[in-house]
């Protein structure tokens, strides 16, 4: 018979302490030709990343989502945060993203991974969404990377809800957006790396 593990609640992670996020300095934003060639050079070899997008928010009722406007990737030190406007910056996180030697790991991929097919025209390999690996392990309900944090680290994961619902298409990223965007896909790769799966 399968155990079943409780995710702590909202209460119980607020009493935590934070979990360390990535800085500013330890992130990149790729929005040119240059950076993402840059960006691609630095990853070449990498086997194991962090992921996740953000797409602008849609307000209206029959409005249409156009995202993701940005895909997230990250290292144990290093973010990227490639901006989707660029056709450059498209072909280079598409080919990270269609790389079967590179395990991209993030929190509920169902639906990135449809808006990455959509917009790129990519179907991303090696995605491993990390709710299933803790289903696996006796979790019920999906974990996310605010729980997962508080279970594997004893940490609290902090979100701003002011950058969750912020315009992701902007041509300029708010320091709120990049910290925000880079450490979703850090926290997720570091509990990835803490389950052992590497």
């Known amino acids: 018979m399968t155990e079943h593990f409780l995710t702590p609640g909202k209460e ?18 790729i929005a040119t030709a240059q950076q993402a060639t840059s960006a691609l050079q630095e990853l070449a ?4 990343l962090g ?3 953000e797409s602008k928010p849609t307000f209206a009722k029959n409005e249409a989502s156009y995202g993701p406007h940005i895909v997230q990737l990250s290292t144990v030190d290093r973010a990227y945060i490639f901006q989707l406007e660029d056709a450059d ?3 280079a996180v598409a080919l990270l993203l269609e790389a079967h030697s590179i ?11 449809r808006r990455i097919t959509a917009k790129l025209g990519v179907d991303p390999q090696g995605v491993l969404d990390l709710n299933t690996v803790f ?8 974990m996310g990377v605010r729980g997962a944090v508080a279970v594997m680290f004893n940490k609290r994961f902090i979100k701003s809800r002011k950058a969750t619902t912020s315009n992701w ?11 925000y965007a880079a450490n979703d896909a850090y926290a997720a790769l570091r509990v990835f790396k803490e389950l052992g799966l590497d």
């Open 135 to 142: 289903r696996t392990r006796g979790y019920r309900k999906d």
């Open 169 to 179: 298409a902007n041509a300029r990223l708010s320091e709120a957006q990049v910290i």
């Open 51 to 53: 992921f996740d997008t």
């Open 89 to 91: 910056c498209r072909r």
């Open 103 to 113: 395990i991209k790991a993030g929190f509920g991929l169902g639906d990135d991974r």
């Open 45 to 48: 070899g990498v086997t194991a």
């Open 12 to 29: 119980e992670i607020a009493l935590l302490e934070p979990f360390e996020r990535l800085a500013l300095g330890q992130i990149q934003v």
